[in-house]
């Protein structure tokens, strides 16, 4: 099978202009649950097999093979539970919220696939908090499929496949989107995350027992696989990168969007200038930087624009596609607020658990404010980056971190990025009695 | 304010009985609490502490991690105006020194009449229609002032058809008891059965 | 580690390390004499890997990365460096980062000088600060019980404290809260820390969080002299004791891994305010007038001298011998001495003056025969993963805090199985997998039915109370786990009824340790968890009426010590009931109290109190005056714990060192000495001039104690266990007959609560407040037929007295018993308590 045309290629996103997409009717409508019969007429193993084939890769940041991470349940261990990760609260990321308001069957349809395939015997599906039109779309969607027979008691009618969905939703902690600390929160904790190892939740996860943590999107992907084949997605997209994915293009662009594109093959020129995408920068204006995975991401620059939409290719060049957000920034933008924005949403979110990150990203966040109110002195820049440092030795990509999770190391980014680009900017703040000579001292002895 | 009264413990217990393990329930009924008075009071955390088996400072622990709950009476209309990247590309920071102005609060302050609590607050996941911002987590896109004076003046009328402060999603998940299969309890628990289905002609299960 | 395949072989700092599978890397390096900086990490709790402060190069196969050597497993080949460039940055960026909104209040923090912060600071930390900004601030300090003090500005959020709270102590009543970096460490509004074991979270805070409000600004460390001790209590607690100037200021626990792992109960832990009290005996006292002289009949306890004192009690008792003969001379209490004053005592009373009438337990322990002649489980043992616990004794949490914390840890982390066999619920019951509560006085019925493979449960498909499917489920259980082993925690589960019902089970379950042990399995032991501190040294040391130090009885053993103490009694004696009523029969003339307080603590006061009025003179040996020594005639004042020297026996048969650190007041002296110096009043020389002596004669006349040197204590940092007995368990003839209850009657279970109205513990400002007052606590089921709010007076009657007290729901309570706390401040249950009858039945009115 060739890859379709990119007008063809909305997968996930078909039904987003379904006006009643989001109801079972509409759902039925459209080829719903097409993929739950199909799946269901397949030995459990058989669907792992297809999503194996996709080469589906996880859709929530980390950009890992879905199939390979249902693999890591240790054998012989029940019960597994499957959980649904939309958190979605990545600055400049929105998909999920979408798929969750527009399409909740195609996602449910996603989880009983998903149980089915690896014996997952109950499901949570963890709705961002704040998402309050998402979470009833999804309540009155799983209402419908309970009582019409898709989920619950005998899955359409098959005596031995009983799965339960239990809709959940958190209450405003970015750090909760990490898999780790979304199962302490769905344990009723706080949610800071674990260490892993051991705490893979593929085999410590929820209660201590094998969880699949997977993505929305990804989910969401499921239907179209079994309905037509693992290899019919591989053929789309890259050799890495298959099937589409959502990207948000937003920022300072002239027609900012959710777009499902060709994953992989598509370029980042492609998708902030072409009209039928984000279509380009405002009029007047050129293009500063941009981030191209979310605010986690180190920032790229005019020369990374014909890069693919493809994780190796970025990884490679420094970066990552992250959650599929696209934060684009014209010649307008003061970078130092910019980057102050992005590091003060990291010092909110710290959970506080590591002390590097719950003390090192609200001092980052003092000291880039503290130069924003003309009170900066020469060495706070080389001081941010030591601060940076101790966060994530090295300040490489991707990151080595000193801390649990990857969000401390994650303020690291745009410091890094900005800084090294934008040196003068900053300087700029600079009281001008202060001299402008920087030093690379180390910790101050 | 109060205990769960007993509307809201019916659905309570119906909530817990979705979860293998009872304290998994906390958060929703955090919210189910911040519903019925519109902020999470400390007898109704104690309540629910007797609900799911813990002490009173646990559920105080998970409370005061997540931003949502709020432990103080709000105004009737939480405003949270996004400050997220996308959002400060394209003018929150003025958006919210509008907000300010014209409320006369800064953020995390309540209006003298009890009606709006003004917040900045993170992404909010509408970053292409930026700025933005959500009235009770109900989403106001590409905010204008203008569009800001005419919400306030509306949410003085309480005439923006949003439900006061507390309440999420208008449709609750609710699952009649012959098509419930039953919770997965962490421990006893087999191979399920379907698992045992043999590998059709057409899969390979490697 | 020997055996080769229990050993990993890791590298560290370029040496090779033998560490053990599954430690963590910290540990290893640690016992490799390699000491990682760390403030989160505990070797007693689970690791968080919260402070990163322990992030060392660790290789284990790919490459060095950082990673906190407190959370990965040591793994064979691994190596770690915690030299490296890389590690000396990331461990200088954590140290930075704590120290940013750290105060610099050192020299006015309890913590300076011994605070782990402010070490590794002073080793390896910056010169000065890279952060100008305002520091983060909080109310300081504020109370989270009215024991310890919490400052957040100074905490560096390990997770200590509140981890100890909720995985060892099993109180998460301590909780993060708030996030980032404006997360602190706080209790729920108005919702204290009541927990027995807070103080512990004061010791493992590594920085000065949190303090103790009975230590704040007494000391500082360079201050502080200390000794490694025991604390007098059943589980022989392992502690050090600081003094600063002649006067104790500190305990802290010391981690015995066979024993209480460093933790302390706050009761034990605070107790050093009693020994310092004011209140304090310091110098004889005999009955007098007011110039001093003696008067028999003086209604004032006057200060005297010790010769006053000994020659008036010497005089006293060689007059009973003399008119009526040794058996009129009668000892209780001595619990709470040392073995070396128990042994001098029961050779003054048993060799010199010739009586049998001694007992160190007042009616609420158990027969010497059961604590010494069934086969004596240590605490480890009990806490042997995958093994089984039969818990037939009052709550360990109330009675034997560290024990509890023991066992809650047993249960939680190494699977143990805990079979509750008790008349109500306890502090454990939540986590234990049977909970068979049956009526009081039944115990014997289920247990019997629980080893017996045969459950019979009648009509009503109940054995004693306790369900029969329930008991059928236990029984499969223990069954299950019959290859590991068994220990059943013996002692009083209530002191509303007679020994008999207890012993009856032990008898049923030794029964049961015999068949298991003829297959060859590790079978059944038995830890005796008795009140009082040194009960067991009692014991051993022949405190006990027809019972010669060693584990010897009088018949068996009593020529053969004969000879080396010149006599023994002629015949087995009366424990302290039969003392008691021997005493309010006119029987005996002169009565020794041994810190023993019968009006308080006797469950028959009336008995009590009529064998006080009928006793010609009554000689006590006391830390205070008590309510029974109020009324003795001669009083000497004994060296309390931290002014002796001696050693200590623990429920295990654990004996242990106890280590003077301060002098006693005035002129008080230890009880050996006093035993000894009354002996030779008597003419019997003793020649005891040290412990050391007393211990020697132990080793040669006690025949368990053989081969319990001096230097067999010493050799292992937990001492030595006396395991031998010549004692043998003799089950009882018939069962105790239990009478039926009637259908408007509830059946009493009456336990101790740890704090309480003691004499010591009431003498501890901190603590004295925090006793409960007496509730009647029903099962909802019952209280709902009384028809009352919670907290209503109710008249509680049964056929021997009435009482008004507030009743409650309480679930923990079966359906159809009544509990109430034995020791309580405002209320003397006992007055309710028929001693005549095996069991105590009340009626409720309203």
Known sequence: MSAPAPSDLRIITSRFDVEDGHTLAGYERTGGYAGLRRALEMAPADVHGEVRTASLLGRGGAGFPAGVKWGFCPPGVWPRYLVVNGDESEPGTYKDRLLMERDPHQLIEGCLIACYALGLSQCFLYVRGEMAHAQERLAAALNEAYEAGYVGANVLGAEDFSVDITLHWGAGAYIVGEETALIESLEGDRGMPRLKPPYFPASIGLYGKPTIVNNVETLANLPWIVSNGGDAFAAMGSDSSTGTRVFAVSGHVATPGVFEVPFGTTTFREIIFDPQYAGGMRPGRTLKTFIPGGASAPWFFEEHLDLPLEKTTVDQAGSMLGSGAIVVMDDTTDVVKACHNVVRFFARESCGKCTPCREGTSWLEKILGRILAGQGRPQDLDLLMDVCDNISPGINWPPRQTTICPLGPSAVSPIASALERFRDEFEAYLPATAVAVTTSSGVAS | ?206 | MSDRETVVNITVNGQPVEAQPGEWVIAAAERAGVYIPHFCYHPRMSSVGMCRMCIVDIDAGRGPALQPSCMVEVSEGMVVDTTSEQTRKAQDGVLEFLLLNHPLDCPVCDKGGECPLQDQTMAYGPGESRFIEEKRHFEKPIPVNSLVYLDRERCILCDRCTRFADEVAGDPLITFQDRGDQTQVNTFPDLPFSSYFSGNTVQICPVGALTAVPYRFKARPWDLTEVESTYPNPMGDRVVVQASRDQVLRYQGVDSDAVNWGWLTDKDRFSFEATASELRLGSPLIRGTPLGRPDPGGSELVETSWRQALTLAADAIRGAVEDKGPQSVAVLGGARLTNEDQYAWARLVKGVIGTDNVDAQLDDGLPADVVLGLPRATINRSCTPGGTVILMAPDPKEEQGTLYLRLRHAVVNDGVQLIELTPRATGLSHLAAHRLHHRPAEAAAVAAALVGGDIDAGPDGEIGGVPGDALAAAAAALADRADKPITVIVGRPSLAETDGPTVDAVAELARFAKLLAAGGRPGIAFLPALHRGNVLGALDMGLAPGLLPGRVSLDDGGSALAQLWGAVPAAPGADARGILKAAANGHIDVLVLLGADPLGDFPDQDLANAALEAVGTIIASDLFLNPSSARAHIVFPAAGFGERQGTHTNMEGRVTRERQIVTSPGTARADWAIATELARMLGADFGFGSPEDVWEEITRVAPSHRDVSQEAIDAAADGAVVADSSIAFSPPEGPTSVPHVDAYSLRLVSTRRMYDRGTLFQHVPSLAKLAPNAVLALNPYDFDRVGVDSGTEVQVISNVGELDMPVVADPGVPRGTAAFGYNHPDLDVRALIDNDSVVTDLRIQT
């Open chain 2, 1 to 206: 304010m109060a205990r769960l009264n007993s509307n809201s413990l019916a659905i309570a217990q119906e909530i817990i009985g979705r979860y293998p393990v009872p304290r998994s329930a906390l958060i929703p009924l955090l919210h189910l609490a911040q519903e019925q008075d519109g902020y999470v009071a400390e007898d109704a955390m104690a309540h629910i502490a007797e609900l799911v088996e813990v002490t009173p400072a646990e559920v105080m622990g998970t409370c005061s991690f997540y931003e949502m709950l709020k432990r103080e009476p709000v105004g009737d209309y939480m405003v949270n105006i996004c400050n997220g990247i996308s959002c400060h590309l394209l003018g929150a920071s003025a958006l919210i020194h509008h907000a300010e102005d014209t409320l006369g609060v800064k953020p995390g302050g309540t209006t003298d009449d009890g009606k709006i609590t003004l917040e900045a607050v993170e992404c909010i996941a509408a970053c292409t229609e930026a700025p933005c911002l959500q009235v009770n987590y109900r989403y106001r896109n590409q905010v204008t002032t203008e569009d800001f004076d005419q919400l306030v003046a509306d949410l003085r009328a309480d005439a923006a058809g949003v439900a006061p402060h507390g309440q999420l999603a208008k449709v609750r998940q609710h699952v009649s008891e012959d098509r419930w299969a039953g919770v997965s309890p962490p421990h006893g628990q087999g191979e399920p059965a379907w698992m045992a289905r043999n590998p059709s002609d057409n899969g390979d299960g490697s």
